[in-house]
Structure formats: C-alpha cells, structure tokens
C-alpha cells in the first residue's frame, strides 16, 4: 500500500498570503496524484487532478505540481474561503490511498 | 452535470449489517466506478472499495476484506455498499465518489452527499 505523508498537519494564515502544502509518496506514483478541498460538514471536492491539471471552475489561486513521490499544492494569494481542509489522493495503485490532511485556518 | 444521491442516515446495533445506497444520475460514462470512501469523526479519508457497474467488478480494500460488499444495479444506475459484523470504530460518514478510470483508478470528480452511520448498543 502507498503511504501519501502531507506536510504540514495544520497550518494558520492570513488573508493574501501565498500557502505552500506538500505530499510525499512511499512508492513512485507516476502522475496519479490528485487535490481536495473538504469545508467542514461538506463532502470532499475535486481541486487538482493528475499533480498539476487544472479543474473547471476551480479558482486559479489553486495550482499543483510536481511527479514521482513529491508534490505540491500551491494557494496563491488566500481568500478566507479557502478555510478547510486539503487531502492529497494516489490512484497509481490499488488500494488507493489518501494523505492525512492538512487543516488550513484562516486568521 | 453527475449527481450522486445517497440513502439516509443509519443507527446499528454492533454486530449488525448496513447497506448504504448511492444512486447516480446525470452525464456519467459508461465506464465509471463507484467508490466507497469513509470518514471517522474528526479523522480523515479511507478508501474501502469500488465497483465498475457496467463489468460487475469489485475491488476492496485489505483491511475491509470479508466484511464489505459492494454492489451495482445497472438497471437503475445505483451502486450499494454493505458492511457487516458492525463494532463502534465503524461509526462514520460513508461516501460514495464516482471515477471515469474504468478498470484504472483515477481521480473522484463527482462525490455523494454522505451518509452517517452511528454503531451504538
């Protein structure tokens, strides 16, 4: 099974300020590796898909990068909307797999 | 635009069964998948399983092995997800999240609503 070990646990910020979140993967997970948001008593919605594609609708403030075992979600220029929780997610492998989550408050 | 509806919320006894349903609507592909993705109280995300409807095939995670079935009704496009041999660490908002990988995982780009189960004596 791929461990997926987000950095940081949490995470408090001020408005406008650019946020950086990483994953790491145990194994080499190709490009499989996908972005979250999940606001509190919401269901888990799609930010990034394939480490760096961007999703319709999502605010351009949100962009990912990077391949193999690390990666990273970048929040440019935070609006207090962006309070919630971030997940990473593998799909290379079965079982898929999901990083721990990152809290992010906003101050 | 896909639409995931899932059933209501449950309270089991331990021990006990429960099947959550989860009906899909809207433009979904042929080759989708449901997934089964649950969520402790103040915990995060766990993969459990997922079913392509349209080949009638499951894949589960280890550690659900034996105590979870997942299902798929074509005919009314609904998947099901159903745990036995409940205990209290079961407690936990069940969801179901489609992917367009047919037998590749991929990305979960439409998510259900949620369904808490509550296991309690």
């Known amino acids: 099974e791929i461990v997926l070990t987000q950095s940081p646990d949490f995470q408090s910020v001020t408005p406008k300020e650019k946020v950086t979140i990483t994953c790491r993967a145990s194994q080499n997970v190709g490009s499989s590796l996908h972005w979250y948001q999940q606001k509190p008593d919401q269901s888990p919605k799609l930010l990034i898909k394939y480490a760096y594609q961007s999703i319709s609708g999502v605010p351009s403030r949100f962009s990912g990068s990077g391949s193999g075992t690390d990666f990273t979600l970048t929040v440019n220029s935070l609006e207090a909307e962006d309070a919630a929780t971030y997940y990473c997610?593998?799909?290379?492998?079965?079982?898929?797999?999901f990083g721990q989550g990152t809290r992010l408050e906003i101050k | 635009q896909v639409q995931l509806v899932q059933s209501g919320i449950e309270v089991k006894k331990p021990g006990s069964s429960v099947k959550v349903s989860c009906k899909a609507s809207g433009g979904i592909s042929s080759t989708y998948a449901i997934n089964w993705v649950r969520q402790a109280p103040g915990q995060g995300l766990e993969w459990m399983g997922r079913i392509i409807p349209i080949l009638d095939v499951a894949n589960y995670a280890q550690r659900f092995q034996g105590r979870v079935t997942i299902t798929a009704d074509k005919s009314t496009s609904t998947a099901y997800m159903e745990l036995s041999s409940l205990r209290s660490e079961d407690t936990a908002i069940y969801y179901c999240a489609t992917d367009q990988g047919g037998s590749y995982s991929a990305y979960f780009d439409f998510w259900g609503q949620g369904t808490l189960v509550t296991v309690s004596s």
């Open positions: 997610h593998q799909s290379s492998s079965l079982p898929v797999t």
